[in-house]
Nanobody, 128 residues
Framework: QEQLVESGGGSVQTGGFLRLSCAGF????????MAWFRQAPGKGREGVAA?????????YYADSVKGRFAISRDSDKNLVYLHMHILKPEDSAMYYC????????????????????WGQGTEVTVSS
């Protein structure tokens, strides 16, 4: 059974760092397009970062996290990471890992509708 499991969330102060991990079970994170999304209470699900499974690979970031967050994969361990630097209170949310076996449509790499598999989420809280 295909499953994604996130870990690494927690509570940090403004300016802090967290690294989220996403483990694939029955899902090869190297052969899938992988992404991180987040959802704060009362808000919609927002695409944060994505990494392609093809040449490059190519990385995509939401404007709100460019220069602070980085997505990477460890193919040997079947893991995808989200490195979050200089965290702000507005980064507080539940963070979800997602996988897409098929290449997302052009300019749609951060759209939830492009992804087929989802984890249960890990919570991040940034205090001021």
């Amino acid at each position: 059974q295909e499953q994604l499991v996130e870990s690494g969330g927690g509570s940090v102060q403004t300016g802090g760092f967290l690294r989220l991990s996403c483990a694939g079970f029955g899902i090869d994170t190297k052969s899938n397009h992988m992404a991180w999304f987040r959802q704060a209470p009362g808000k919609g699900r927002e695409g944060v970062a994505a990494i392609s499974n093809d040449f490059g690979p190519y990385e995509y970031y939401a404007d709100s996290v460019k220069g602070r967050f980085a997505i990477s994969r460890d193919s040997d361990k079947n893991l995808v990471y989200l490195h979050m630097h200089i965290l702000k209170p507005e980064d507080s949310a539940m963070y979800y890992c997602a996988a897409a076996p098929r290449r997302p449509r052009f300019l749609e790499a951060l759209k939830p509708s492009e992804y087929n598999y989802w984890g249960q989420g890990t919570e991040v809280t940034v205090s001021s």
